[in-house]
């Protein structure tokens, strides 16, 4: 059973084009996030939401529109790619709670989606 | 001056030998601090979390919490080959609203 999964694994497109990245997870999370990860291994945050609601909103151009149907999806959609849209975006989710007064974010990944924009 | 630092690597150790992975980061209020080993070409695992100050032990690995130096670290002791990879240090605040802020990365490479 895959725990967090994302579809496709490898996206090359053509700049200016219009893409969407799918994310799944299925181990009763209330948070998913999304990362992009560029070629130096940067692993930085896009975005988060906790039970369909938008926590976390970096500094993303708003080109990158992230949506959560219910709270074990969450995609993206990418308008207009550019030459550096191209990364790594990984997918991952939390439990949120460890314990009584702790709060985790133990990130659980998916395997990835490589973006190549041409 | 970068939230979550690591040494810039790449690190090197002979096979056996104990592998010692630094970082620091800025936020006195960060409460929760990972450690994800990441594969070339696949996603970050966590490998330990730390809460409170101290050493905690899981096998071959010990991550190491000094809160009042602002200071995380792993050692990996008895270092494999399949070791080889690199580390990511993240580090979040504990809100509502978690936010794990990742450091570089250090790159280990374990020879035989």
């Known amino acids: 059973d895959t725990a967090v999964s994302q579809t496709p694994k490898y996206l090359v497109t053509q700049m200016g084009n219009d893409k969407s990245i799918k994310c799944e997870q299925n181990?009763?999370?209330?948070?998913m996030y999304w990362y992009k990860q560029d070629s130096k291994k940067f692993l930085k945050i896009m975005f988060s939401y906790n039970n369909k609601e938008l926590i976390i909103n970096e500094t993303v151009p708003n080109r990158f529109s992230p949506k959560s149907p219910d709270k074990a999806h969450l995609n993206l959609h990418i308008n207009s790619l550019e030459l550096g849209d191209s990364a790594v975006y990984f997918c991952?989710?939390?439990?949120?709670?460890?314990?009584?007064?702790?709060?985790?974010?133990?990130?659980?990944f998916g395997p990835g989606t490589r973006l190549t924009v041409l | 001056q970068k939230e979550v630092e690591q040494n810039s690597g790449p690190l090197s150790v002979p096979e056996g030998a104990i592998a010692s992975l630094n970082c620091t980061y800025s936020d006195r209020v960060s409460q929760s601090f990972f450690w994800y080993r990441q594969y070339s070409g696949k996603s970050p695992e966590l490998i330990m979390s730390i809460y409170s100050n101290g050493d905690k032990e899981d096998g071959r690995f010990t991550a190491q919490l000094n809160k009042a130096s602002q200071y995380v670290s792993l050692l990996i002791r008895d270092s494999q080959p399949s070791d080889s990879a690199t580390y990511l240090c993240?580090?979040?605040?504990?809100?509502?609203?978690?936010?794990?802020?990742f450091g570089d990365g250090t790159t280990l490479t374990v020879k035989p």
């Open positions: 181990l009763g999370h209330d948070t």
């Open positions: 991952a989710s939390s439990p949120g709670v460890a314990g009584v007064g702790i709060w985790t974010d133990t990130q659980y």
């Open positions: 993240a580090v979040n605040i504990n809100t509502n609203a978690g936010k794990s802020t």
